[in-house]
């Protein structure tokens, strides 16, 4: 079956400009991950949506991250006024329910220039 | 103290062998443990899944954990050279928000060669 959708898989942009990313998650998995991967960190936990509950966005690292999930399903990442530091992997899971296996899309590659 | 610790490697070994990959972490409230397996460029893909102490087989995977001695394993047997690849080790415990974030390793990087 299909499995976690993310895109754009890649993405250069100037620093300053806001981007957007998209995760489609697996049909019917009421739990939706962004984590963040980079170099220096490893994978670190973003946000995190379960059904009409509000989000979880304690692993946001400022507010010029944002993200949305509507209709319970598609979720979109937004990161304004992008700096260099935002340059990292954004990996999208989704999981059936809380506390079951987490499954990854294949990320979305962000370089700020 | 990092919350999960783990051997970021290289670790280069024959085709055949016996691979032992290992993590250690420091918060007793972990419940869940699981083991990622990341080729490049890819997605972190689960491999095991377990939630109590003991060993659990799939296939040539064993996992292993010891809730007393924060620690948890995951051995390879007959190791091939598609095993190449980035392995991460992920836990997470129930949060006050209602999420149940995965910790990770920082990953251990295997070459298994031909």
């Known amino acids: ?113 | 103290q990092k919350e999960v610790e783990q051997d970021p490697g290289p670790l280069s070994v024959p085709e055949g062998a016996i691979v032992s990959l290992n993590c250690t972490y420091s918060n007793s409230a972990f419940q869940y443990f699981m083991w990622y397996r990341q080729y490049s460029r890819k997605g972190p893909e689960l491999l095991m899944y377990t939630y109590s102490s003991g060993n659990k087989e799939d296939g040539r995977f064993t996992a292993q954990v010891d809730k007393s001695s924060k620690y948890i394993s995951l051995f390879i047997r007959d190791s091939q050279p598609s095993d190449s690849a980035t392995y991460l080790c992920a836990m997470s415990a129930y949060s006050g928000a209602g999420s149940y974030q995965l910790t990770f390793g920082k990953g251990t990087k295997l070459s298994v060669i031909p």
Not at chain 1, 14 to 36: F, M, N, Q
Not at chain 1, 46 to 52: A, D, K, R, S, V
Not at chain 1, 61 to 74: L, N, Q, Y
């Open chain 1, 1 to 113: 079956g299909a499995g976690v959708s993310q895109s754009p898989s890649n993405k250069v942009t100037e620093k300053g400009k806001d981007v957007e990313l998209r995760c489609d998650p697996i049909s019917g998995h009421t739990a939706l991950y962004w984590y963040r991967q980079s170099l220096g960190q490893g994978l670190e936990f973003l946000i995190y949506f379960q059904g009409n509950s509000a989000p979880d966005k304690s692993g946001l690292p400022s507010d010029r991250f944002s993200a949305e999930r509507t209709g319970g399903s598609v979720s979109t990442l937004t990161i304004q006024r992008t700096q260099q530091e935002d340059s990292a992997v954004y990996l999208c899971a989704s999981s059936p329910d809380k506390g079951q296996p987490q499954h990854f899309g294949d990320g979305t590659r962000l370089s700020i220039l």
